[in-house]
C-alpha cells in the first residue's frame, strides 16, 4: 500500500536556461541571413533573401545553448528609408535588451566591398564606440573548400581581409553558407563564450540600449496591470484543478509564459517606438493616423492610411495636437489582436492533475 507521501507529487522546478543574445548585421547581401539560419541549424530565411524591411528575434539552440539571434536591415540598404532605418535600429535594440553578448558582422568571404571595410564605423555610429569590442567577424563561403587553406588565406595571405578582421580586434569565424553543415557549432559557440568571457562574461550596453530597456519596462508594466484581471482569472482556475506542489509549478510555468508574452509584445510596440514614428511620418500624418486608427467606419490599416493623407493636408495647424496624438497612439495603436492566451494555455499547456 502506498504511503501518503509517496502518492504526493513531487516537487518539479522550472529550468531557466541562460540564453545568449547574439545582434547578427550585415552590411549587403544575404550574408547575415545565411548566418542566421547557420546559428539556428535551420531554414529561418530562404536562400533568396537577401534584405529585410523590419527586425526580427528568432530563438534556438547553438550547439546545446540556448540564443537569441536578431537580425535587422542591412547597413547599406538603398531601398529603406532613414525614417525606417531609424525606427529599425530602434526596434532592433528593443529585440535585444539589455544588451547584446556579441556582435556578428557577417560578410562574403569571396565578395568584400569597400562598403564592408567601413561597416566598423558605422556599426559605432549606431550601436556605441564601444561596440566592436563585442563584434567578431563571420565569413561565409561555399564549404567546398579546405578549411585550412581559407583560414591561413585570412591570417596571412589577403591582406583586404587581414584588415578588415583587424578592425573587430582580429576576431573571425568561417561558416558554410549551407546550414545544414553543423561541424562548426563548436567552435563558434567557443568563440563567442571566449570573446564574452574576456570582457567580464556581461552584455555590451549604451544609452540607446538603456533607454530601450527603459521603455520596454514601463511597456510590460502597462500590459500587466491591462492583463490583470485576465491573469487573476486563469490562477483561480488553476487552484480548482491543482493542489500543494503541482499548483506551485504550474503558477510558476504560467507566470514565465504569460511574462514571455507580455516581454515579445512590449519589445516591438512601446512608447520609444511610436514616439520615433511619430517624429518619422510628422505631426500631420500622425494625427492622421490616430484618427483612422480610432474611426469606427474605417478599419484596419488602410483607415490609417487615409486619414494619414487627410491628417498631412492640415498637418501645418495640428502641433498643439501632436502630443495628444502620440498618447492615443500609447493607448490603441497597439499589436494586432490576439487568441485568448489564458484559455489556450489552461487548455492545453497544463498536464492532468495527478493522483
Known amino acids: 500500500q502506498m504511503s501518503d507521501s509517496s502518492r504526493r507529487p513531487k516537487k518539479r522546478k522550472l529550468r531557466l536556461q541562460f540564453v545568449q543574445l547574439l545582434m547578427v548585421v550585415g552590411s549587403s547581401g544575404p550574408s547575415q541571413f545565411l548566418l542566421t539560419n547557420a546559428i ?41 528609408s532613414k525614417v525606417k532605418r531609424k525606427m529599425e535600429l530602434r526596434r532592433s535594440k528593443c529585440l535585444c535588451i539589455p544588451g547584446p553578448h556579441a556582435f556578428l558582422v557577417a560578410f562574403d568571404l569571396e565578395k568584400i566591398s569597400p562598403n564592408d571595410m567601413r561597416t566598423s564605423r558605422l556599426m559605432r555610429g549606431r550601436f556605441g564606440r564601444h561596440c566592436l569590442r563585442h563584434a567578431m567577424v563571420l565569413l561565409a563561403h561555399e564549404g567546398n573548400q579546405d578549411r585550412a587553406a581559407l583560414e591561413d588565406r585570412v591570417k ?26 553543423r561541424s562548426q557549432d563548436r567552435e563558434l559557440l567557443k568563440k563567442i563564450e ?40 486563469a490562477w483561480t482556475e488553476m487552484e480548482k484543478q491543482y493542489m500543494e506542489e503541482e499548483l506551485y509549478f504550474q503558477k510558476d510555468a504560467y507566470t514565465a509564459t504569460i511574462g514571455a508574452e507580455i516581454r515579445a509584445q512590449a519589445e516591438i510596440n512601446n512608447s520609444w517606438l511610436r514616439k520615433s514614428l511619430a517624429r518619422g511620418l510628422g505631426t500631420g500624418f500622425v494625427v492622421g493616423a490616430v484618427m483612422g486608427a ?57 498536464a492532468a492533475p495527478r493522483m
Not at 493636408?313 to 502620440?326: D, L, M, P
Open 40 to 80: 539556428l541549424g535551420s531554414e529561418v530565411f530562404s536562400k533568396d533573401v537577401s534584405s529585410l524591411s523590419g527586425s526580427t528575434k528568432n530563438n534556438g539552440e547553438l550547439a546545446g545553448r540556448r540564443v537569441a539571434v536578431i537580425n535587422g536591415p542591412n547597413i547599406y540598404d538603398k531601398d529603406i
Open 294 to 350: 480610432l474611426a469606427g467606419s474605417i478599419e484596419g490599416p488602410g483607415g490609417m492610411v487615409l486619414y494619414g493623407i487627410i491628417g498631412g493636408a492640415v498637418g501645418g495647424s495640428a502641433g498643439g495636437t501632436a502630443q495628444v496624438a502620440i498618447k492615443h497612439m500609447d493607448n490603441r495603436m497597439a499589436p494586432t489582436a490576439r487568441l485568448n492566451f489564458n484559455s489556450i494555455f489552461i487548455n492545453r499547456f497544463f
Open 194 to 233: 571566449l570573446m564574452v568571457a574576456s570582457l567580464g562574461g556581461g552584455y555590451f550596453s549604451s544609452k540607446t540600449f538603456q533607454k530601450a530597456e527603459e521603455c520596454v519596462k514601463k511597456e510590460e508594466n502597462k500590459l500587466r496591470k491591462q492583463r490583470a484581471t485576465e491573469i487573476e482569472k
Open 156 to 181: 596571412k595571405r589577403d591582406w583586404h581581409l587581414r584588415e578588415l578582421i583587424e578592425k573587430y580586434g582580429g576576431r573571425f569565424h568561417l561558416f558554410n553558407k549551407n546550414w545544414r553543415d
